[in-house]
């Protein structure tokens, strides 16, 4: 767990680095040619520095562990890191939309063209590798924020690959009107990458339970290990961040004893945490008048 957990804060730690050298290479491409598509990009790819910071933030007070103060732990502060992502993904568009109207109103060639376009396509590259490494590392690990930081990274790859397919355009037609028109259609892309991420994060805030198929799992592993209980019923489960909470009433009969009774819960307690990861379980014990006739029926 420990070293998970360190290499977690490497990869995060990674990510800002990798986005630093992006941006590098993104100015220099904007500086020799003078594009507003370019800039426009460049100014993403500083939105992902930002990111990246507050990701590493983030990943970091998601580890701490629980206290007085936040007895279920820090987990839900990878949402926080991702919801801050997609408010500055449009906050970014909006920037690129201001620079693309002006650049309307005086349209001109980029400068260097090729020189741009070179260096603007081995940041491409850097950003294709990472973004893909970063998604499936995030999704492995159920970080929130570094799988938040990949697909935004990955967003920034498509809108690339369509502004240097718009600027060899411009380039072979001498059409100076693309380039603004290319930054509009980054900022739009850009905009709808930034609602996906928020839409995903506020799920996490506001409890969402967990997948349909891991709440299968968690049912049938309580119902193979509930001998000797009536039922278990009101079953609840919420995710936040790589933590899986489970909840729920288990019905012995009235003349069970105290020890019979926590024996039970051990036993599914013990297989639960071997079928999800990173689970904290309640399990609240009641006698047989309790019983509903709904939910899992052992006896």
Known sequence: MKFTANRTMVVAATSLLVGLVVLGLKLLAWYVTGSVALYSDALESIINVVTAIVAL??????????????????HKAEYFSAVVVGVMI?????????????????????????????????????????????TAYGRKVRSPALEADGKHLMTDVVSTIGVLAGLTLVVLTGWAVLDPILAILVALNILWSGWGVIRDSVGGLMDVAVPKDKQTVIRDVIAINADGAIEAHDIRTRQAGKMTFIDFHLVVPGAMTVDAAHAICDQIETKLREAVEDVQITIH???????????????
Request: no cysteine; glycine share 6%.
């Open 57 to 74: 933030i983030a990943v970091r007070l998601a580890q701490r562990p629980a206290d007085a103060g936040m007895p279920y732990g820090y």
């Open 90 to 134: 449009i906050v970014a568009a909006i920037l690129i939309i201001r620079e693309a109207v002006l650049g309307f109103a005086e349209p001109s060639l980029p400068d260097a063209p090729m020189q741009g376009l070179a260096i603007s396509m081995a940041a491409t590259a850097i950003n294709i590798v990472w973004a893909r490494m970063l």
């Open 285 to 299: 014990v009641e006698p047989e008048e309790k019983a509903k006739h709904t939910g899992i029926v052992v006896l």
